[in-house]
């Protein structure tokens, strides 16, 4: 049985984020594999914290800039290493790298962080995104630890496109893995909640997540007074878990915007709404909340930013506006138009099924693996950015490591 270890950014939360979802999709590939898999990660644990050790996956609390994680990976001897995000592969990927030379290092993208930066940036400026804000300081460092890896997983068409397009990365170091899904089964389908039985908007995100915020406020000051003027009866019920004192202050139940924290469960929130609303201005990869409300059969009106990735060339669960008196307007013609919310929510279905459907990705990528680690040494050999990357960063983050570890013993 191969050993795999995950070095996370945090624990994982599949009930707070979209990324906690996702790394728990991963878990359940490498699991189903039958690889022994330990979890490690230098945060402290929460409340929403999933408890991995009732999977068999083994826990492990490490330290940063401490030589303890030495001892624990030569102990360990993973044949695989996973990072959660470029920044935990600067912080740990050149200790993997002299310890473990023959180990495969994976970089899980989570999303493309250096476009979600880019587009932030443009949004505040209130300019065109284009290459000149593509290509920020976060690009240099995410785009290094892509090459510095042997695979990267990139979670969303559009961001493969990008990554070899114009920034030139070989593809051979790619890997594109979506959202790995269940498919819907036609009569867990029939027991959803119909289109009479549900009432008022919803939307959903972790507010740690500056993009979720942002939508939110979009959605206070330039969408739900249209909305709420034609359906004067309607709520917007905002779920998401860390809310802050500024998201709390947005709650007015005069106005039916409602800040309702976090959800236990979103299958339920999502099932007793009739439609879902995404207006995210900027961020990058694929929006978890766009899966929920397929799942659970509530079409969705969203922004060109929210849909980008999830729908390939299949019709959307519902429409995309960027405008926000279009987008305002399609959200009341979902609410009100049953043959509408019907039509949209099978292609959502349809969706869900089509471009998740984790059998279609789970085997290609095992098989990746499997390839890249018998190829390891000739992959490597080819990729002489990536030796020149690590060359580097074994020269200049590991001794600012190894500095800052003097200076904490200290």
Same mark, same amino acid.
């Given at each position: 049985m191969p050993n @795999?270890?995950?070095?996370?950014?945090? &624990?994982?939360?599949?009930?707070? #984020?979209?990324?906690?979802?996702?790394?728990?999709?991963?878990?359940?590939?490498?699991?189903?594999? !039958?690889?022994?898999?330990?979890?490690?990660?230098?945060?402290?644990?929460? *409340?929403?914290?999933?408890a991995l050790e009732e999977l068999g996956v083994i826990e492990q609390q490490i330290k940063l800039n401490d030589s303890s994680f030495d001892d624990f990976i030569l102990n360990l001897k993973p044949d695989v290493v996973m990072f959660d995000r470029f920044a935990i592969e600067e912080q740990f990927g050149w200790r993997v790298a002299e310890h473990c030379p023959n180990t495969l290092r994976i970089l899980d993208t989570e999303d493309l962080h250096a476009l979600r930066k880019g587009r932030q940036q443009a949004f505040k400026a209130n300019a065109i995104f284009n290459e000149t804000y593509l290509f920020n300081d976060v690009a240099k460092r995410e785009i290094a630890s892509i090459y510095r890896c042997d695979l990267s997983l990139i979670i969303s068409e559009s961001e493969m496109e990008i990554l070899k397009t114009q920034f030139k990365v070989p593809e051979a170091i790619l890997c594109y893995l979506p959202f790995l899904l269940n498919p819907t089964e036609a009569d867990a389908l029939e027991k959803l909640p119909k289109f009479s039985n549900r009432?008022?908007?919803?939307?959903?995100?972790?507010?740690?997540?500056?993009?979720?915020?942002?939508?939110?406020?979009?959605?206070?000051?330039? %969408? &739900?007074?249209? %909305?709420?003027?034609?359906?004067?009866?309607?709520?917007?019920? %905002?779920?998401?878990?860390?809310? #802050?004192?500024?998201?709390?202050?947005?709650?007015?139940?005069?106005?039916?915007? @409602?800040?309702?924290?976090?959800?236990? *469960?979103?299958h339920e929130v999502?099932? /007793?709404?009739?439609?879902? @609303?995404?207006? @995210?201005?900027?961020?990058?990869?694929?929006?978890? /909340?766009?899966?929920?409300?397929?799942?659970?059969?509530?079409?969705?009106?969203?922004?060109? %930013?929210?849909?980008?990735?999830?729908?390939?060339?299949?019709?959307? !669960?519902?429409?995309?506006?960027?405008?926000p008196e279009n987008f305002a307007k399609k959200a009341i013609e979902l609410y009100k138009n049953e043959a509408l919310w019907n039509q949209k929510q099978q292609s959502g279905f349809e969706v869900i099924n089509t471009r998740f459907n984790k059998t279609q990705f789970q085997s290609d990528f095992l098989e990746k693996i499997k390839v890249s680690t018998e190829q390891l040494h000739e992959n490597r050999l080819h990729n002489f950015t990536g030796q020149i990357l690590m060359h580097h960063t074994m020269q200049s983050t590991k001794f600012m490591s190894r500095w800052i570890e003097e200076k904490n013993k200290n």
């Open positions: @795999l270890l995950i070095i996370g950014s945090v &624990w994982p939360e599949p009930k707070s #984020s979209a990324a906690g979802s996702r790394m728990m999709q991963l878990v359940d590939v490498f699991l189903q594999a !039958n690889y022994n898999i330990t979890f490690a990660t230098t945060t402290s644990k929460t *409340d929403n914290a999933f009432q008022h908007f919803i939307t959903i995100g972790n507010f740690l997540h500056e993009p979720n915020y942002n939508g939110v406020l979009f959605l206070k000051e330039s %969408i &739900w007074p249209l %909305i709420k003027k034609e359906l004067p009866k309607a709520e917007m019920h %905002i779920y998401g878990a860390y809310a #802050s004192q500024k998201v709390n202050q947005l709650h007015n139940k005069k106005q039916g915007f @409602l800040i309702k924290g976090f959800a236990e *469960d979103v999502m099932q /007793k709404s009739r439609v879902c @609303l995404a207006a @995210l201005r900027f961020g990058a990869g694929l929006k978890g /909340k766009l899966v929920d409300a397929m799942q659970n059969g509530t079409p969705c009106v969203m922004t060109p %930013i929210a849909a980008e990735g999830m729908f390939g060339n299949l019709e959307p !669960n519902g429409f995309i506006e960027d405008n």
